[in-house]
């Protein structure tokens, strides 16, 4: 059974350009949410995507966005990059639980990917 | 306001024993669900336990327990028989709203757990 997976591991990038992060979710899942993690911090929520179309969005300005294909992968996209976007990036998937306030099912994690801005 | 406090800086433990680890949290949703999970230094979150405002008792995992104080606003998780492995990051989450599985998390800033043998 695949769990979530992202790629590229790794990436460095230099301030102003663009990057592209990739996330397959956990077979099963068909919601995706991405987290950014600052070194010593928590992760903070970015958004989240589910039938294709962003369905939460938190504080990040427009530079981030994102897109779902229909095979439920997800990509992260930001743009103009600043060094401050270097950060642990990490791609959450569950299955949509609709109406079900007492879901307890976790969101299950990648490995994440790690960005080095320059 | 900090939604999800976790204030320990760092904890040791020696190997076998017990150890707790402190969050409190704040929400005005009645509904609301807590989360531990726990990110080694290869940078994966591992899901360990969950918790429901709703739930009578207090969750269980095997190893992890849950101390819930709903009045307190306070989630504890409690490792017993410390091992090696559990050398971690530890976050404390929290889903709030009416999605279920699919509502955001906040997460805290996290402890760091040391083992020592």
């Known amino acids: 059974d695949a769990g979530v997976t992202q790629s590229p591991t790794h990436l460095i990038k230099t301030r102003g350009q663009q990057v592209t992060l990739r996330c397959s979710p956990k077979s099963g899942h068909d919601t995706v949410s991405w987290y950014q993690q600052a070194l010593g911090q928590g992760p903070q929520f970015i958004f989240q995507?589910?039938?294709?179309?962003?369905?939460q969005r938190g504080n990040f300005p427009d530079r981030f966005s994102g897109h779902q294909f229909p095979n439920y992968s997800s990509e992260l996209n930001v743009n103009a990059l600043l060094l401050g976007d270097s950060a642990l990036y990490l791609c959450?998937?569950?299955?949509?639980?609709?109406?079900?306030?007492?879901?307890?099912?976790?969101?299950?994690f990648g490995d994440g990917t790690r960005l080095s801005i320059l | 306001a900090q939604k999800i406090t976790q204030t320990q800086p760092g904890m040791f433990v020696q190997e076998k024993e017990a150890v707790t680890l402190d969050c409190t949290y704040d929400?005005?949703?009645?509904?609301?669900?807590l989360f531990w999970y726990k990110q080694p230094s290869s940078g994966e979150m591992i899901f360990l336990i969950y918790q429901g405002s709703y739930d009578q008792q207090n969750a269980t995992e095997g190893r992890y327990s849950l101390n819930f104080q709903k009045a307190r606003k306070s989630a504890n998780l409690v490792i017993s028989a410390s091992q090696l492995g559990d050398s971690a990051m530890y976050f404390c989450a929290m889903r709030e709203g009416h999605t279920g599985a699919n509502s955001k998390l906040t997460f805290g800033k996290g402890i760091t757990l040391s083992v020592r043998p």
């Open positions: 929400t005005s949703d009645p509904s609301y669900g």
């Open positions: 995507y589910y039938e294709e179309e962003e369905r």
């Open positions: 959450a998937s569950s299955s949509f639980g609709g109406t079900d306030r007492y879901s307890n099912q976790p969101q299950h």
